[in-house]
C-alpha cells in the first residue's frame, strides 16, 4: 500500500487526471452493473400470469381456462354474504399455481379471518371437486383500502 502512494505521489497532473478518470469510470461501471443486475431480479422474480391449467386425461389433455376458474370462484361468493369478489387470476410463482383473488370485506358479517379461511377451503374443495384441480399451492386474498 506503501508503495503505491509513493507512485501516485509521484505522477504529474496529467496522469494523475488519466488516473482518476480511470477510477471514476470503473466506479460508474460498478454502479450501472448492479442497476442492471437489479432490473434483472425484479423482471424474473415477478410473478407470470397464465391462461389456465391443463390436466393429464387418459386420452391426451383437458386445458381449464383461468376465466372458468374465477368463474367457479364467483359462484361461491353467495355463500359467504361478507365477502364481495372483484378480481380473480391464477399466476405461476416459482412453479407454484397460485390464485389471487382481491376481495371487499362487509363489515358485520362476522371475523373476516375466519371468512377468509372458509373461502379459502371452499375454493380448493371446489377446484377439486369440479375440474378435479389439486395442484393450485396457494390462494391469497387481498383487501384492498377503501371500495
Known amino acids: 500500500m506503501r508503495e503505491f502512494i509513493q507512485y501516485i505521489s509521484t505522477l504529474d497532473s496529467h ?17 450501472i452493473l448492479l442497476f442492471l443486475f437489479a432490473i434483472l431480479r425484479l423482471v424474473f422474480r415477478i410473478e407470470k400470469k397464465i391462461a389456465g391449467v391443463t390436466l393429464s386425461t387418459p386420452h391426451g389433455s383437458l386445458f381449464i381456462a383461468a376465466a372458468a ?13 361478507g365477502l364481495t369478489i372483484s378480481k380473480v387470476v391464477l399466476t405461476e410463482e416459482k412453479g407454484d399455481l397460485v390464485l389471487r383473488i ?11 379471518l375466519e371468512q377468509s379461511e372458509m373461502f379459502q377451503s371452499r375454493i380448493l374443495d371446489s377446484l377439486k371437486t369440479s375440474f378435479g384441480i389439486e395442484n393450485i399451492k396457494r390462494i391469497d386474498l387481498k383487501i384492498p383500502h377503501g371500495n
Open 69 to 81: 376458474i374465477g368463474d367457479l370462484v364467483r359462484s361461491l361468493q353467495d355463500d359467504f354474504s
Open 15 to 31: 496522469s494523475l487526471n488519466l488516473f482518476l478518470c480511470g477510477g471514476l469510470f470503473a466506479l460508474v461501471l460498478v454502479f
Open 102 to 112: 382481491k376481495i371487499f370485506y362487509i363489515p358485520g358479517n362476522g371475523s373476516v
